[in-house]
T-cell receptor, first 112, second 117 residues
């Protein structure tokens, strides 16, 4: 069964600190992996998208990594800000079709 | 702003009723996908429309149906509402060459919060 699992479920960090969120998947065949940020009450916003051949992608203070061999991805947030408080969702797309599997997300709280 | 707008923002219905949710895609986007997001969960894929035809569906019963119009706006219809249908319903649009897997960015609307009592 194709699955996407994220950890931790929630995380509290102090403003200015770094953090890393994890995503493990079993989706096969693999097409691409995306990280989204979802603020409370809003739709998800795309942060990064990586295909099989890409192992790192940056978007400002967000850096995503992908290890297609171990089927793991991480999202690293540098110098966190209060506005980073949100859910971060890992999404994996199945190759050859249109099926996308969403993880349950990691809820990040950044405190002053 | 993503350019994807959904209406209404909130809706309250009773069990057994029918509901229609609407989505206006970002200009030029020919593919729209609908998702159901329960509280504390990730979105679940309902179906996708490409050039006015459904070309993909998740594990949702037939009482979940949709339409995509020539201007690429879209509707999600749910019949015979059940309590478990209470969720945030998200619409996402993108430009696709063939309607296949989303290799390019999807833009999400803010969602419609449906409560079934």
């Amino acid at each position: 069964k194709n699955q996407v699992e994220q950890s931790p479920q929630s995380l509290i960090i102090l403003e200015g600190k770094n953090c890393t969120l994890q995503c493990n998947y079993t989706v096969s065949p693999f097409s691409n992996l995306r990280w989204y940020k979802q603020d409370t009450g809003r739709g998800p916003v795309s942060l990064t998208i990586m295909t099989f051949s890409e192992n790192t992608k940056s978007n400002g203070r967000y850096t995503a990594t992908l290890d297609a061999d171990t089927k793991q991805s991480s999202l690293h947030i540098t110098a966190s800000q209060l506005s980073d408080s949100a859910s971060y969702i890992c999404v994996v797309s199945e190759g050859g079709g249109f099926k996308t599997i969403f993880g349950a997300g990691t809820r990040l709280f950044v405190k002053a | 702003e993503t350019g994807v707008t959904q209406s209404p923002t909130h809706l309250i219905k009773t069990r057994g009723q029918q509901v229609t949710l609407r989505c206006s895609s970002q200009s030029g986007h020919n593919t729209v996908s609908w998702y159901q997001q329960a509280l504390g969960q990730g979105p679940q894929f309902i179906f996708q429309y490409y050039r006015e035809e459904e070309n993909g569906r998740g594990n949702f019963p037939p009482r979940f149906s949709g339409l995509q119009f020539p201007n690429y706006s879209s509707e999600l219809n749910v019949n015979a509402l059940e309590l478990d249908d209470s969720a945030l319903y998200l619409c996402a649009s993108r430009l696709s060459v063939s309607g296949g897997e989303p290799k390019n960015i999807q833009y999400f609307g803010a969602g419609t919060r449906l409560s079934v009592l």
